[in-house]
């Protein structure tokens, strides 16, 4: 997993991730998407973090509800 710079903050809502130490005690959301030729972003990187509640706000506009897999490994 990526190594993330402390405190480890919500790109929506600025919320701080709760941290024991080196363990993030909330999940969250984190997107890293290279961006390509045809996106008219310059093959740029775009990285933000959305905490759970924020997903949860997001999802409420989709149109196509998320897809669910269970997770049968949990760290
Ligand atoms: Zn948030």
Not at 12 to 35: H, I, R, S, T
Not at 50 to 61: G, I, R
């Amino acid at each position: 997993m990526t190594d993330f710079l402390r405190p480890i903050l919500c790109n929506k809502c600025g919320k701080e991730l709760k941290a024991q130490g080196e363990v993030v005690m909330e999940d969250f959301l984190y997107v890293n998407k290279k961006w390509g030729y045809f996106s008219g972003k310059d093959g740029r990187t775009q990285e933000f973090i959305l905490c759970e509640s924020c997903v949860k706000q997001l999802e409420k506009q989709f149109a196509i509800p998320s897809k669910w897999k269970d997770t049968t490994e949990l760290l």
